[in-house]
């Protein structure tokens, strides 16, 4: 089955900082990827889809100044925090859907701990 | 390699009756396991966790149970209701919780 990659799986950060998450389609061509967000024991909170070769959609209340996205190539989105705070710290997992059988095909996710 | 498995795409089940999803998972070092539920064009909502100290768990009509010897682990969802129709996704992490890892889901349908 197809593999979603992510990098890096841990990251510490100093405020004010900015952090870049890669997520990699390890062998489908994902024209749309999806970038989620959880908190300790919350669910995953959907932030914004991105799309291959065009501006990202982000959901309600997630800034986009703030979380900068680039899907520049079908195998490969990146998710940017700018200006890190320690409420950004969080689990950062991005998922891509693959038709047929595959489903919805999620990376291990990025802990980013800003300090 | 996928290291966390649902192999049943889909499922359908009539209203009433006893809903079984499936996961099965390879690594041997996972603790911590999670079910997620997913409305289509929303982000997937915890729904019910178990940890290896533990062979079941029980929220309502859910309950979650925890073969390690088999690394298996499975969902009852009993009444079914239709409102219950969505994609349920397993998930897996060792006790760093560093990384999660997702089953790639199971359509659930409850017919009316």
């Known amino acids: 089955g197809a593999v979603v990659s992510q990098h890096p799986s841990r990251v510490i950060c100093k405020s004010g900082t900015s952090v870049k998450i890669e997520c990699r389609s390890l062998d489908f061509q994902a024209t749309t990827m999806f970038w989620y967000r959880q908190f300790p024991k919350q669910s995953l909170m959907l932030m914004a889809t991105?799309?291959?070769?065009?501006?990202?959609?982000?959901e309600q209340g997630v800034e986009k100044d703030k979380f900068l996205i680039n899907h520049a190539s079908l195998t490969l989105s990146t998710l940017t925090v700018t200006s890190a705070h320690p409420e950004d710290s969080s689990f950062y997992i991005c998922s891509i859907f693959l038709p047929s059988n595959y489903g919805y095909t999620f990376g291990s996710g990025t802990r980013l701990t800003v300090v | 390699d996928q290291q966390v498995k649902q192999n049943s795409p889909s499922l359908s089940v009539q209203e009433g009756r006893i809903s079984i999803l499936n996961c099965d998972y390879t690594n041997s070092m996972f603790d911590y396991f999670l079910w997620y539920k997913k409305y289509p064009a929303e982000g997937p909502t915890f729904l019910i966790s178990i940890s290896s100290i533990k062979d079941k768990n029980e929220d309502g009509r859910f309950t979650v149970f925890l073969n390690k010897s088999a690394k298996h682990l499975s969902l009852h969802i009993v009444p079914s209701q239709p409102g219950d129709s969505a994609v349920y996704f397993c998930?897996?992490?060792?006790?760093?919780?560093?990384?999660?890892?997702f089953g790639t889901g199971t359509s659930l349908t409850v017919i009316p």
């Open positions: 998930a897996a992490s060792s006790n760093t919780g560093n990384q999660f890892y």
């Open positions: 991105s799309n291959e070769g065009s501006k990202a959609t982000y």
